[in-house]
């Protein structure tokens, strides 16, 4: 079966995590990375910027359509792919006629902070199969004409992180916390966080340097965003990781719910029935929470109850190296092209 995987392409992506395991599962895969710049003059300049966009988009899509021409592939699986025209994705439809699939990461709908376009939800009708992460989603993706939408949650990959064969002094001089939150700096983050310094608390990640050093929260911020090696360690020496979910996913989860514990990280997240009781279950494998004195409360237990905390994350370790694998997902998927090809 021979698929082109549309998606960003760079380490850490999901591109790059699902290109080897489609491939494992039998796939002759080909990338069409969307975010690839293909011009670039004036992109600083801000009354340049616009055009530039606007010519760097229309390439890119000339680009989709010639390499579908070429390639011919039996599956064009987009992992957003929001830049893409309406009007090309119905062109290599008309012409080639690929199974075309969609596994959105973000908001379908929300325009206003860029998560989708106009033409990737014009678009939602020309898909065969369209996956979403959370079950909230699957009635507005039915209403703006999809064929077929398939509830499919985030996942994790074991190969992305790897743990030294021994820890060092200094690993666990630089790493080790009680209370861990690693992501990017956003004005949600920074209300839960600052209400929390009374902790033994670190923040790694990028942005946080606009927080004022007037600001307690601003001395827990440790450094940038670690990455592989590095963060494994962080996974692995820290006590308690949080996790916050963003608008879209306030009804659902996020990669993170998946990454921390099957990195081995104990994982205390916002509360929802999908978190708690579907992709794992609440007090057995994973901690909750809704509210700040709820948050304070729950990492006041769990310092002061380390067997019950390791057991928790022990569970949710083997909970997600048994379910929520990305090859887990993608041979879902695999399988549901298989069906649709009568084969």
């Known amino acids: 079966m021979k698929l082109l995987l549309v998606c960003e392409y760079w380490y850490g992506t999901g591109g790059w995590s699902y290109k080897k395991y489609l491939e494992e599962l039998g796939c002759s ?3 069409f990375d969307f975010r690839k ?22 390439m890119m899509n000339r680009a989709f359509i010639s390499t579908v021409a070429q390639k011919k592939p039996d599956v064009i699986f987009l992992l957003k792919g929001e830049t893409l025209f309406e009007s090309s994705l119905r062109l290599v439809k008309q012409k080639q006629n690929p199974i075309l699939l969609q596994w959105y ?23 065969d199969i369209y996956y979403i992460y959370a079950k909230s989603l699957v009635t507005p993706l039915f209403n703006a004409g999809a064929k077929r939408v398939e509830y499919l949650p985030f996942c994790y990959d074991p190969q992305m992180l790897s743990l030294p064969a021994k820890l060092q002094d200094e690993d666990r001089q630089r790493y080790a916390t009680d209370v861990v939150f690693a992501g990017t700096w956003e004005p949600m983050r920074e209300w839960w966080l600052e209400k929390i310094t ?29 990455y592989g090696t590095e963060i494994s360690k962080l996974f692995s020496i820290s006590k308690i990781h949080l996790n916050f979910l963003r ?10 719910t998946l990454e921390i514990p099957g990195f081995g990280g104990f994982l205390l997240t916002q509360r929802t029935q999908e978190q708690a009781e579907e992709l ?25 109850h380390d067997s019950e905390r390791l ?24 399988e549901d092209v298989r069906k649709l090809r009568g084969s």
């Not at 990640?205 to 004022?212: D, H, K, L, T």
């Not at 279950?281 to 006041?300: F, T």
């Open 280 to 304: 794992f279950i609440e007090g057995k494998e994973i901690a909750c929470y809704e509210s700040v004195n709820e948050l304070k409360d729950k990492i006041r237990y769990y310092l002061h």
């Open 105 to 127: 990461p973000d908001g379908p709908f929300n325009v206003v902070v860029k998560n989708a376009t106009k033409d990737s939800i014009a678009s939602i009708p020309l898909f």
């Open 311 to 334: 057991a928790i994350a022990r569970a949710g370790h083997e909970r997600a190296v048994r379910e929520h694998q990305a090859i887990h997902r993608l041979q879902r998927i695999v």
């Open 247 to 256: 608008e879209q996913n306030k009804d659902s989860h996020n990669v993170r």
């Open 37 to 58: 710049s293909y011009f670039s003059a004036g992109a600083s300049m801000p009354f340049l910027s616009f055009a530039t966009r606007r010519i760097n988009r229309n």
């Open 198 to 226: 009374e902790f033994d608390l670190a923040v790694w990640g990028n942005m946080w340097e606009r927080i004022p050093e007037s600001n307690p929260l601003r001395k827990h911020w440790k450094g940038n965003a670690v």
């Open 29 to 31: 895969v080909e990338i």
